[in-house]
């Protein structure tokens, strides 16, 4: 008896240690097992690949993208050169943060904190979003269905020598979209709001409102 408590001690004790294991690397990307549970995910140059059902605490990388397939669970996800493109039913603690490089979100999703990038655009499509976006010279498109908690900023950027124009940054409240807070423009941008959405107060734009499927362009 003594025996046979022991195994099923160990049977269930196993999996939980490995279930936190932290992965750190300089060089090499980090590929994850489905519904396997992680501790921290970091890598310097490389990629990081959530696997569908993975669950993970911080998920860091400086020189690449983040790939995460349906239905994972982080408390955030960071990269400074990459993109971030998340499946759907991503729930997510805190934010996707990245410098250069895009952010998109599927169906489904919830992010509890902001999402913010500098060269890059930002998509969200039916996403439940807590805090705020915020970029400087991506495009924005808060899509069909998806509710900002928060406000949607696009800071002034910081300009050297140029003999050519700067280009605006788009900005699209899609059908049904809602985002509560304020939209702040430090720059010039292009604002296009569907008649079925609703926005707060606008500071540095004037909306353009679009009753089709897709914004005009």
């Known amino acids: 008896m003594k025996r046979l408590f022991l ?3 160990l049977s269930t004790t196993a999996p939980l240690a ?4 932290d992965i750190s690397k300089v060089n090499g990307s980090i590929q994850t097992q489905a519904g396997t549970t992680y501790g921290d995910l970091e890598t310097v140059n490389g990629s990081i690949q959530l ?11 400086v020189n ?7 239905n994972v669970q982080a408390h955030s996800i960071e990269t400074v050169n990459g993109a971030i493109r998340g499946g759907r ?7 996707l943060d990245t410098v ?4 998109y979100v599927d ?5 509890g904190g902001d999402i913010e990038t500098v060269n890059g655009s930002i998509g969200l499509v039916a996403v439940q979003l807590g805090g705020d976006i915020e970029t400087v010279n991506g495009d924005i498109t808060v899509g069909i269905d998806s509710v900002v908690k928060g406000g949607i900023k696009v800071n002034r950027p910081s300009f050297g020598i140029s003999l050519t124009a700067p280009r605006k940054p788009r900005i699209v409240i899609g059908p049904n979209a809602v985002v509560e807070g304020q939209l702040v423009f430090e720059r010039e941008v292009t604002l296009l709001v569907h008649d079925s959405a609703k ?13 089709s499927e897709t914004a005009p362009r």
């Open 7 to 9: 195994l099923l001690l």
């Open 18 to 21: 490995m279930a936190s294991e």
């Open 51 to 61: 696997a569908a059902g993975v669950q993970a605490n911080s998920v860091e990388t």
């Open 64 to 70: 690449g993208s983040v790939r995460i397939e349906d």
């Open 89 to 95: 039913n991503l729930v997510l603690t805190h934010g």
């Open 100 to 103: 250069n490089g895009g952010i």
């Open 107 to 111: 169906r489904g999703s919830r992010i």
């Open 199 to 211: 926005i707060g107060p606008v500071t540095g734009a004037t909306p353009q409102r679009f009753d």
